[in-house]
């Protein structure tokens, strides 16, 4: 078979990957190109991305971003971010191509655990999660390897949680008084420290509630679920330690109700995204 170019846009909140790699002999693709912009507002973030990528000759696109995202237009939908509630991502990464490529589209979080599951920590597993706890917290579900969709994609971050005895500290979710995003996103670590999560020592008592919040999200998603595996990524996740003491807690929760899922990080690391963007681009090429 000959190789393949595939190309993939993993869009977060802070800053747009797009990669350029070869594919073909089955194994994970190898990125041969990559470009990083930092994001601003749409037309500025997008448009260069947008032009990198029609230089290249690609057999299929995949583009994960963040949500909540209209998975039928290529839209973003509602959200606090300025200027891109509305915004037209996939017409406007495609918009500088003579003729696009076949293009898959799909959250951000979608894309890194379909990465995890094709090529990572949950290969040939039934039912595999991923979750992001990074500044947000959003998630996916993974059945058979295909990400579960219905009226629109899951939102994993806003599940309710219940509120630590010792906390008193408010949500940071608009929305909801306490769903796991609003009491243990990287912001919501930033509000109860008084700084950014990386500054905060390893025995300081915000991680305690960290460990709770997670460990009951875990739970209740384990047991609607029945998943073999989390898999958590994001910037938060990756203070030592914090992954086996959530899943230590989580074992003390389901307390043998149910088995409890094997707890890891993402093989991938902090490339999850944009692996899981170059599986959308190989799902979309393979079919064609
Ligand atoms: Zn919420």
Not at 7 to 25: H, I, Q
Not at 125 to 145: N, R
Not at 185 to 195: E, V
Not at 224 to 240: A, D, H, K, T
């Amino acid at each position: 078979m000959t190789d393949l170019l595939l190309g993939g846009v993993e869009g977060g909140g802070t800053k747009f990957l797009a990669a350029v790699a070869r594919y073909g002999d089955g194994a994970a693709p190898k990125i041969v190109d990559r470009l990083r912009i930092d994001t601003t507002d749409p037309a500025a973030t997008l448009g260069p991305v947008a032009e990198w990528l029609a230089a290249h000759d690609l057999a299929g696109l995949g583009i994960a971003t963040f949500g909540p995202l209209d998975l039928e237009t290529g839209k973003v939908g509602d959200t606090p971010k300025p200027g891109w509630s509305g915004a037209d991502v996939v017409g406007t990464l495609t918009a500088a191509f003579d003729t696009p490529p076949p293009t898959a589209f799909d959250t951000d979080v979608n894309g890194a655990g379909l990465g995890e599951w094709r090529w990572g920590a949950a290969q040939e597993t039934k039912v595999a999660l991923y979750l992001s706890v990074g500044t947000g917290i959003g998630g996916g579900a993974f059945i058979g390897g295909r990400p579960l969709h219905g009226l629109g994609h899951p939102e994993m971050g806003h599940i309710s949680v219940p509120r630590h005895p010792q906390d008193d500290h408010a949500t940071v979710c608009a929305v909801h008084t306490t769903c796991l995003e609003g009491m243990a996103s990287g912001l919501a670590l930033s509000a109860r420290g008084g700084g950014p999560p990386e500054q905060l020592g390893d025995d300081d008592p915000v991680w305690e509630f960290e460990i709770h919040y997670l460990a009951h999200g875990l739970a209740d998603l384990a047991l609607v679920l029945s998943p073999e595996i989390i898999v958590i990524g994001g910037g938060v996740m990756q203070r030592p330690d914090l992954l086996q003491r959530v899943s230590d807690r989580l074992d003390e929760i389901l307390d043998g109700y149910v088995a409890t899922p094997r707890v890891t990080h993402p093989h991938f690391g902090q490339e999850a995204g944009l692996m899981g963007a170059l599986v959308l681009a190989e799902s979309i090429a393979s079919n064609q």
